[in-house]
């Protein structure tokens, strides 16, 4: 078999009878948490283990849901299903997460059972998508098509997928824990390996004269209130090792984490207590321990992916006269490793995807593609397998279904996380403020082509659910006091991500009024097009420049001394009344 030729598997993680069972639990747990039986200490720990979130002390009764999609995979019958249940169930939006997870806000807490098992029924679970657990492991969503990877790694998350959910190991860890998988090391496929607990990117080495695959892994790396940059464990590890290996550093996280004070939990403050040499050396000696047990482990299934055969087909999409088109095809369509086919990205404003939307991705992935899609850390939705004759008719079908959005791969593909909509954690209104930008980036195209690889990112508090840390522009929300009120704000980030193979966390830049945000981002994208020296890019511009080239052109929008407020500022985007902040403990934190 060809190294780089592999079929994902469509069945579900999960067992059915297993996960029917979840759901008569949660029913259970509803009712004895409301006659008394149990504290709500006690409930929330239950709910969290299957997936459900408290939503703002203001919002009691309603919970968000958050649909565990291992490697963003999800069936075409999968897709209308989850319009259903948003339909049903939800405020009619399903949220793809930067995590290619599915959130649903605004569902009841008493309809939660029947929510889960209208998942079942399709092969969708909740559990452990939240809590102390192994999460949602994510992975490229061009695997298997890419021409840059070392293979498709998607058999490798789903194997550890399947491994760890109801794995014993997995149910009480002291914090929760982030895996990812990539096929190269180029970043395009917005899986980040050096941000995560355990990073895996797919690797080959010849050993003896026959390709061996494996993976070089990023261990301690994380965000939140304190960012770190993971440290390279093994520079090669054979794929035959990926379970034990796995397990041993989740089995040193279990023993070595922190369980008394939850914001030092994460396996990074591990290796900042220990040291990055210790800690490979536990690590080492509980897989060793492991491999000496004579278990046996399962093996990634290995199986070629097709999709509709090609016929007569273009050496590429022909561009037309329509320049909205020709303007989709530019910044959505990427032609596949395998030959007349094509990857399309389908976004929408913050990842959010209405009911309609949803039934129409279910119709288009059977009639396009071989009956799939995958969802992106970019938060949009990628169709895979699309013939290149069929580019033209799928975008007309896309458009009229509101789905043909350009600038996919482009900075006007801004990420948001919920914020203070329904977050226990937001401070502010992340989610107006990415349509804001949205909006901006989009009537001004011809930014895209001058800023390639800039990517803005936005939270609604630190905890970086959004990802602010790793943009090129990154907010997160905040809150300033002034003149007896409180002024809805942003701390600006400059500089984040890959540059040249160098990995960084964005400086802060300063503090402005939510309101400024587009003005901000306006003036900074101004001041690299006009000072950048030829050819050099945003995050070279950063290091030679500094951040004085750009505090220079926001020192303005920071100044809110009282002659220069106006009433406007007190109020977030989005909203029509005062601004107060307010927020609870959080469920969600990064």
């Known amino acids: 078999m060809d190294l780089n030729e592999t079929k994902i598997n469509l069945t579900s993680?999960?067992?059915?009878?297993?996960?029917?069972?979840?759901a008569e639990k949660m029913r259970r747990a509803i009712a004895r948490v409301e006659a008394g039986e149990i504290s709500e200490e006690e409930f929330k720990k239950f709910r969290l283990q299957l997936g459900i979130y408290g939503q703002r002390p203001d919002q009691q009764g309603f919970s968000m849901v958050r649909v565990k999609v291992p490697h963003g995979l999800l069936t075409s019958l999968q897709v209308r299903r989850l319009g259903y249940i948003a339909r049903e169930f939800a405020d009619g939006i399903a949220h793809v997460t930067t995590r290619q997870d599915i959130q649903l806000h605004w569902v009841k807490l008493e309809r939660v059972p029947k929510l889960m098992e209208s998942l079942n029924k399709v092969g969708l679970t909740t559990r452990e998508a939240c809590g102390n657990t192994v999460r949602n492991i994510v992975g490229s969503p061009l695997a298997g098509v890419s021409a840059d990877e070392a293979f498709d790694v998607t058999p490798y998350s789903h194997l550890l997928a399947k491994h760890f959910l109801r794995n014993h190991l997995s149910q009480n860890l002291p914090r929760k824990f982030k895996i990812s998988f990539s096929g190269s090391s180029d970043e395009r496929d917005a899986i980040i390996p050096w941000i995560h607990d355990i990073g895996y990117v797919a690797s080959v080495r010849d050993l003896d004269g026959v390709p061996v695959r494996g993976f070089k892994v990023f261990v301690g790396g994380g965000l939140g209130a304190q960012p770190r940059v993971a440290d390279v464990l093994e520079e090669f590890l054979p794929a035959g090792l990926l379970v034990p290996t796995t397990e041993a550093i989740v089995k040193v996280f279990n023993d070595h984490g922190n369980r008394q004070i939850r914001s030092k939990a994460r396996m990074k403050y591990i290796l900042w207590k220990l040291g990055f040499e210790e800690f490979k050396r536990l690590v080492g000696e509980e897989r060793e321990k492991i491999l000496a047990s004579g278990n046996t482990f399962p093996e990634a299934k290995l199986e070629e992916e097709e999709g509709y055969p090609p016929v007569d087909q273009p050496s590429g999409p022909q561009s037309n006269g329509d320049p909205e088109f020709n303007r989709w095809l530019t910044s959505n369509v990427f032609p596949q490793r395998q030959n007349g086919y094509n990857v399309v990205y389908v976004n929408t404003t913050i990842g959010d995807y209405t009911v309609d939307q949803l039934f129409e991705l279910g119709r288009i992935a059977d009639k396009y593609t071989n009956g799939s899609v995958r969802t992106t850390a970019q938060q949009d939705v990628v169709l895979r397998w699309i013939r290149s004759s069929d580019v033209a008719p799928l975008y007309h079908e896309l458009k009229a279904a509101g789905l043909h959005q350009a600038g996919a791969q482009e900075i006007a593909?801004?990420?948001s996380c919920p914020g203070a909509d329904t977050c226990n954690l937001g401070i502010t209104h992340s989610r107006a403020l990415g349509k804001e930008l949205t909006q901006l980036l989009q009537r001004h195209p011809d930014w895209s082509a001058l800023l390639e690889g800039l990517r803005i990112k936005i939270s609604g508090c630190p905890n970086s659910c959004g990802q602010h840390h790793i943009a090129a522009i990154g907010f997160h929300g905040a809150t300033k006091k002034v003149e007896g009120g409180e002024i809805p704000s942003y701390l600006i980030s400059i500089g984040g991500g890959m540059n040249s193979g160098r990995y960084t966390f964005g400086g802060t830049l300063g503090r402005i009024p939510a309101r400024y945000a587009p003005e901000a981002v306006t003036r900074i994208?101004?001041?690299?097009?006009?000072?950048?020296?030829?050819?050099?890019?945003?995050?070279?511009?950063?290091?030679r420049a500094g951040m004085a080239a750009f505090r220079d052109v926001v020192r303005d929008l920071e100044d809110m001394r009282p002659e220069r407020l106006t009433r406007d500022l007190f109020v977030d985007l989005g909203e029509d009344k005062a601004f107060a902040a307010s927020s609870g403990e959080g469920e969600c934190a990064a």
């Open 13 to 22: 993680i999960d067992t059915s009878e297993a996960y029917a069972e979840d």
């Open 413 to 415: 593909n801004v990420t």
């Open 525 to 543: 994208i101004k001041r690299y097009l006009s000072d950048k020296t030829e050819g050099e890019n945003f995050w070279q511009f950063c290091e």
